[in-house]
């Protein structure tokens, strides 16, 4: 397991992709995403929001399947790519297309979880059986620990009228390894009776009613006060317990967190277009982590995972691609109850890997490569003399490979150029294009 080779409260605003690639494996504890759901929408908050200027395509194409993520796929996993392409036939080319761009990401976030890590992926109808099926292949059936059901109050209802109106969106939970992490969360639950009748006594934790609160009203007074006399044989104190609602554990439906997108009844709405409650990500991280552990957000958009985060003393990371993203982190953490001074980082860059130290290069490198190649190049297979034949790395510097014998190539020299500082994943796709 390596250390964490990003800041505490870092917001990278950059493709999640390099930046995934670019932290340490095994040093992340939980991950959210709340990635695009395939709906074919377009998505843009109100001009008069806090998130005002938010807007992006949720609309997926052939065309947005780049060739080298096909190419890493199919090298990396056969059994993912017939996933990605049964769904493509089963839906069409927009579900290859977008299960491509999530797929290659998720190889990245199964590197960086601990072995005592958790995902949560958050999605909706769309693609959740499609997403469930890429998961199984990719982490294992046997780490899939449950399908939560957020079931929504408020908002409006969505549906046409000859369907049953959608209220609910799918949480898809998965552990990295045999051992993880959870702290079974409880609920109170309070019916209408029990809450017309306690809820004006109900003291903070939203479920203790004390002897102290109830005392203007005779009737509960007196009912109280005789219990205590009863129980403990003395008077009442103003701490004594009145009356307390047991808690229940959480169950894979959830029916008590409400929607608060574009919502102004609830203050922390900024507008943003997919925003989720903060209450729903509290939830996750609490039973999910521990305090000081580190979560992850790939897609933190106007960061409700991070704030939830900062709340619960984890440690966090939040990546989007809009710069939207690191104002609303700040404006948040201002606006939030709860969380004090915030002082963060932000970084339009990528990180660096650190847990590929060199291994050091062989003083004869070129030579034991020449043999092994059969003094043909990699990339285009062409015979060369050895003079002619340039040392490349597999995985660039840039993109945290290491200066080592079993991450060294000989590339001839258009190939080298063509690569650059990109993996060899962009120069088959290349030479194909040249063939054709």
């Not at 996993?77 to 290659?104: E, H, K, N």
């Not at 958790?118 to 294992?140: E, Q, R």
């Not at 580190?294 to 984890?314: Q, W």
């Amino acid at each position: 397991m390596a250390e964490l080779n990003v800041d505490n409260r870092t917001v990278f605003t950059n493709d999640n992709l390099d930046v995934l690639r670019g932290i340490n494996s095994e040093c992340i504890d939980l991950i959210y995403l709340d990635p695009p759901f395939n709906p074919g929408r377009q998505w843009q908050a109100p001009l008069d929001s806090s998130a005002a200027g938010a807007v992006f395509d949720d609309v997926w194409a052939l065309d947005d399947m780049k060739a080298e993520w096909v190419d890493q796929i199919e090298a990396s996993d056969p059994a993912v790519w017939a996933v990605v392409t049964a769904a493509g036939r089963a839906y069409g080319g927009s579900m290859q297309a977008y299960l491509t761009f999530i797929c290659v990401r998720l190889f990245e976030m199964h590197r960086v979880l601990k072995q005592t890590g958790s995902l949560y992926l958050h999605c909706d109808p769309t693609a959740s059986h499609y997403l469930k099926s890429l998961l199984d292949t990719i982490f294992g059936p046997h780490c899939f620990r449950n399908e939560v059901i957020w079931h929504y109050r408020g908002g409006a209802l969505t549906g046409a009228r000859n369907v049953y109106p959608r209220k609910h969106d799918t949480l898809l939970f998965y552990s990295r390894g045999s051992q993880w992490t959870f702290h079974q969360p409880r609920e109170v639950d309070i019916s209408e009776q029990m809450l017309s009748r306690w809820g004006r006594y109900l003291e903070d934790d939203g479920r203790t009613v004390l002897y102290g609160s109830i005392k203007h009203e005779r009737a509960e007074e007196a009912r109280s006060r005789r219990r205590v006399l009863r129980t403990f044989g003395r008077e009442p104190r103003d701490d004594d317990v009145a009356f307390e609602v047991n808690p229940s554990l959480v169950r894979s439906v959830w029916t008590d967190i409400p929607e608060v997108r574009n919502n102004p009844r609830y203050k922390e709405s900024v507008g943003y277009p997919t925003q989720k409650p903060l209450v729903l990500l509290e939830r996750i991280i609490e039973a999910s982590t521990n305090a000081g552990d580190v979560v992850l957000d790939p897609f933190c958009g106007c960061a409700t995972a991070c704030i939830a985060a900062e709340k619960l003393e984890r440690q966090w990371i939040g990546i989007d691609i809009s710069n939207l993203a690191w104002d609303l982190v700040n404006r948040r953490m201002t606006e939030t109850p709860g969380v004090g001074l915030f002082r963060g980082h932000h970084r339009v860059d990528h990180p660096i890997r650190t847990d590929q130290a060199s291994a050091g290069v062989s003083p004869d490198i070129r030579e034991t490569l020449y043999d092994v190649q059969d003094g043909k190049c990699v990339g285009c297979g062409d015979q060369f003399r050895m003079r002619n034949l340039e040392l490349d790395h597999i995985t660039p510097r840039s993109k945290g490979g290491r200066h080592s014998d079993d991450n060294l190539q000989l590339l001839c020299g258009w190939c080298n150029r063509t690569k650059g500082n990109r993996d060899m994943n962009y120069l088959r796709v290349r030479l194909r294009e040249v063939e054709d």
